[in-house]
């Protein structure tokens, strides 16, 4: 008869660098979930408030391509490994909605907090509108 003793388990611990992440849509969005624990914790990634979204269910880091503000929210990250209790941390992600100028003007950004599904603003202004146009739209 062989009896094995384990030593030296850790319960999984997180390190947070950053808790909040500003990104204007379309750019790349690297978010991290540092561990340490013995044996190495398995990390998995969930969005709060979003039961199909389990991206990266793996890895300590969640890249999400080309960021929509679809993607802003919370996102859970859970390190176990078996000893103790699970590790949890949050990261706020904020998305910074792109405008785009017509020619020859530079993009512009502003900051929304709010949940929007989709958004498109188009203004296109070739003249001042006259008092009469004024007064039929009223």
Known sequence: CYVIVISNLDAPSINLSTK???????????????????PLPL????????????????????????VKTTDAGT?????????????????????????MRSRHHRSDTFNTEKKISSM??????????SLKTLLLDE
């Open 20 to 38: 909040r992440y500003d990104i204007t849509e379309g750019n790349d969005l690297d978010l991290s979930c540092i561990t340490d624990g013995k």
């Open 43 to 66: 990390v998995t990634w969930t969005k709060v408030g979003d039961i199909t979204n389990a991206s990266n269910p793996d890895g300590q880091w969640l890249t999400i391509k080309k």
């Open 75 to 99: 996102y859970r990250c859970t390190a176990i490994n078996g000893v103790g209790k699970p590790a949890v941390a949050t990261r706020q992600v904020i998305v910074f909605c792109k405008l």
């Open 120 to 129: 498109s603003l188009y203004l296109s202004v070739l003249r001042a509108p």
